[in-house]
């Protein structure tokens, strides 16, 4: 019999699993703490549960984390970490610290099915879904490797969904995560601390929504539907004006919350006057904060980086018309850990789909 791994549940899955058992609710909040706050991963160490109990759990269920190997620190700071899943395919996690927070960039799928051409993890196929287990992990791997502490004395302080893979095609393991991820009993992060990046999934969105309040970023990358389809080919099947009815829709009501639109900086592609302006025409209303995020290089990238000169003028452009507007520090390049270098080792990617063939969730 498979056991169940009580990292693929979030707290109310936890409680149906404990009631099954004929256990008591608040069996729920002494496992909770014993794995997120206390770092425990074995039953026997789970001291305020009657010996019957722990010869049960280790019976029926596990916590079983994936396994962090080589770690690489950056000059900046940034660490990265392989994280190597049952089957030996790997994914990537990557710590950022700043002065006023500390974030950490997870992975949702080994590889992704979306071909966006500007991104190293593309060229890596799509093998299969992250577990919830592989997703919560990740964190709690960090959080330890990190030096672990007790709720508030953490150094992850943001958690981003911006790492391997599509979030909103892993719909039904990642909304777990996210509930982990703020939840009092797990990692306890605000909503507004926990940000899913998509393409653009837009049944997807709307889907979200229903479930979930964390912040949104979506990665847009061109103004309109001709130039966002070659960058962004998930585009010819949600287009712009879809995806922007989809974002207003999520903002709404959770103001002052925007939502955050990544723009990759491409030379000669998608950096002139004309895209700033088309760019401003789109957002139109919508609550929007904009991250210019400079072109990173990879193996066999047909891309240049903008010029600092011209990523300038075009965030200059978007501020003059009111558009809070920043310009993402690359973090980690020396160490293949800036956004869009995310590679793993991803064994078997026969598995990789035209995204148009995708179903939603
Ligand atoms: N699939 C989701 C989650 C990945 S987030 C999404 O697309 O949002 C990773 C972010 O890095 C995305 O905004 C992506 O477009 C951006 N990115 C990808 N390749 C990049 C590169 N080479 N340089 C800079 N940013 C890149």
Same mark, same amino acid.
């Given at each position: 019999?498979?056991?169940?791994?009580?990292?693929?549940?979030?707290?109310?899955?936890?409680?149906?699993?404990?009631?099954?058992?004929?256990?008591?609710?608040?069996?729920?909040?002494?496992?909770?703490?014993?794995?997120?706050?206390?770092?425990?991963?074995?039953?026997?160490?789970?001291?305020?549960?009657?010996?019957?109990?722990?010869?049960?759990?280790?019976?029926?269920?596990?916590?079983?984390?994936?396994?962090?190997?080589?770690?690489?620190?950056?000059?900046?700071?940034?660490?990265?970490?392989?994280?190597?899943?049952?089957?030996?395919?790997?994914?990537?996690?990557?710590?950022?610290?700043?002065?006023?927070?500390?974030?950490?960039?997870?992975?949702?799928?080994?590889?992704?099915?979306?071909?966006?051409?500007?991104?190293?993890?593309?060229?890596?196929?799509?093998?299969?879904?992250?577990?919830?287990?592989?997703?919560?992990?990740?964190?709690?791997?960090?959080?330890?490797?990190?030096?672990?502490?007790?709720?508030?004395?953490?150094?992850?302080?943001?958690?981003?969904?911006?790492?391997?893979?599509?979030?909103?095609? *892993?719909? #039904?393991?990642?909304?777990?995560? @996210?509930?982990?991820?703020?939840?009092?009993?797990?990692? %306890? &992060?605000?909503? !507004? /601390?926990?940000?899913?990046?998509?393409?653009?999934?837009?049944?997807?969105?709307?889907?979200?929504?229903?479930?979930?309040?964390?912040?949104?970023?979506?990665?847009?990358?061109?103004?309109?539907?001709?130039?966002?389809?070659?960058?962004?080919?998930? *585009?010819? #099947?949600?287009?712009?004006?879809? @995806?922007?009815?989809?974002?207003?829709?999520?903002?709404? %009501? &959770?103001?002052? !919350? /925007?939502?955050?639109?990544?723009?990759?900086?491409?030379?000669?592609?998608?950096?002139?006057?004309?895209?700033?302006?088309?760019?401003?025409?789109?957002?139109?209303?919508?609550?929007?904060?904009?991250?210019?995020?400079?072109?990173?290089?990879?193996?066999?990238? #047909?891309?240049?980086?903008?010029?600092?000169?011209?990523?300038?003028?075009?965030?200059?452009?978007?501020?003059?018309?009111?558009?809070?507007?920043?310009?993402?520090?690359?973090?980690?390049?020396?160490?293949?850990?800036?956004?869009?270098?995310?590679?793993?080792?991803?064994?078997?990617?026969?598995?990789?789909?035209?995204?148009?063939?995708?179903?939603?969730?």
């Amino acid at each position: 019999m498979n056991k169940v791994n009580l990292l693929d549940l979030d707290r109310t899955a936890l409680q149906a699993f404990f009631l099954d058992l004929g256990e008591k609710r608040f069996r729920t909040e002494q496992v909770m703490k014993w794995i997120y706050h206390e770092g425990v991963t074995d039953f026997a160490a789970m001291t305020n549960l009657s010996k019957p109990l722990r010869a049960r759990l280790d019976q029926l269920a596990e916590i079983r984390l994936p396994q962090l190997l080589q770690p690489r620190l950056s000059s900046d700071g940034t660490r990265k970490w392989l994280v190597q899943l049952a089957g030996g395919n790997c994914i990537e996690t990557v710590f950022i610290p700043e002065e006023d927070r500390g974030t950490l960039c997870v992975s949702s799928q080994i590889g992704c099915i979306l071909d966006c051409t500007f991104c190293a993890t593309a060229q890596q196929g799509f093998n299969r879904n992250l577990s919830t287990a592989e997703i919560i992990g990740q964190v709690w791997l960090a959080h330890h490797a990190l030096g672990g502490g007790r709720a508030g004395s953490r150094e992850i302080s943001n958690i981003v969904l911006m790492g391997m893979g599509e979030p909103l095609y *892993n719909f #039904r393991n990642v909304v777990p995560a @996210l509930n982990l991820m703020q939840d009092d009993l797990a990692f %306890g &992060l605000s909503k !507004r /601390r926990v940000t899913l990046s998509t393409s653009g999934v837009v049944p997807t969105i709307y889907k979200l929504r229903e479930v979930s309040d964390v912040s949104l970023a979506v990665s847009l990358h061109a103004p309109n539907d001709a130039l966002r389809n070659q960058l962004v080919p998930l *585009n010819r #099947r949600y287009p712009l004006s879809e @995806l922007m009815a989809a974002c207003s829709a999520y903002i709404k %009501g &959770l103001q002052p !919350r /925007r939502i955050t639109w990544e723009y990759v900086m491409l030379d000669g592609v998608n950096d002139s006057d004309a895209h700033a302006r088309e760019l401003i025409t789109l957002l139109g209303d919508i609550p929007s904060k904009v991250n210019l995020i400079p072109f990173n290089p990879f193996p066999q990238a #047909r891309y240049r980086r903008s010029p600092p000169d011209v990523i300038d003028r075009f965030r200059q452009i978007l501020t003059a018309h009111g558009l809070t507007t920043v310009t993402r520090k690359t973090r980690g390049e020396d160490i293949e850990a800036a956004c869009g270098q995310l590679a793993g080792q991803v064994q078997d990617r026969s598995r990789r789909h035209r995204p148009v063939r995708m179903s939603a969730a």
